[in-house]
């Protein structure tokens, strides 16, 4: 949700949005993010669990019911203003798109052409990212809301394994579909062929 708002503020002001006053409002909204995601976690820490009430228990024990429902919900609606904040997004976009359409005869085709193909490559990795970030928490967040401690464990596992696979599925989402990532990857990982094939085509930077 940080990061969509980020990005809804830097398209909205495009203008000032690499001045001092907003690093200070990204490091500030980090801040929050941080504080918030200490508070939640340090919640059965402190004393907030069902060890002494098994009743209580929710379908990931040792939370209680109530500490997941909250979770849950707090999830769902994120999600929401989240979804609310990319739609603006799009919103932002499209008039940007128009006035560029309605200047269209001061810019060459060419460059008409690269902004709609870097638009739309833009937007449907952004789907992409999305509909994997809401897959995989959807069906836990449900499960934690309708479940309870009498749920077999075997469900609440079966919905954790997507929730968990999330963050492994992020860095493959965000770096694979990048052609420089994938070059200091592919330098990584093969070494002596990145060096052959840089001499093979550049031989006049050796």
């Known amino acids: 949700m940080g990061v969509a708002l980020d990005r809804y503020l830097s398209l909205s002001n495009a203008l000032t949005y690499g001045s001092s006053q907003s690093r200070n409002r ?3 909204l980090l801040l929050l993010v941080w504080v918030g ?5 340090a919640g059965p820490a ?8 098994p009743n209580s228990c929710s379908v990931a024990r040792p939370l209680t019911r109530t500490y997941l429902s909250l979770l849950c919900g707090g999830f ?8 609310q904040l990319y739609a603006g997004i799009c919103r932002v976009a499209r008039r940007h798109a128009h006035a560029i359409a ?3 005869h ?10 709609k193909h870097s638009s ?7 789907i992409l990212v999305l509909s994997v970030f809401v897959g995989c928490w959807m069906p836990f967040s449900l499960w934690g809301l309708l479940g309870d401690a009498s749920s077999p464990p075997l469900y609440t596992y079966a919905t954790l394994v997507p929730a968990a696979g ?3 599925l992020n860095p493959i989402l965000y770096s694979l579909r990048n052609k420089d990532i994938r070059k200091v990857l592919l330098q990584a990982c093969c070494p002596h062929r990145y060096t052959q094939n840089t001499h093979t085509n550049y031989p006049a930077d050796v």
């Open 120 to 126: 739309g490559r833009g937007f449907s990795r952004l």
């Open 37 to 41: 995601a200490c508070i939640i976690g």
């Open 26 to 28: 990204a490091a500030i």
């Open 46 to 53: 402190m004393g907030w669990h069902c060890l002494g009430t």
């Open 102 to 104: 309605t200047q269209r």
């Open 166 to 168: 999330s963050s492994l």
């Open 76 to 83: 769902l609606v994120v999600v929401m203003i989240t979804l």
């Open 106 to 115: 001061f810019l060459p085709a060419n460059h008409s052409y690269a902004s």
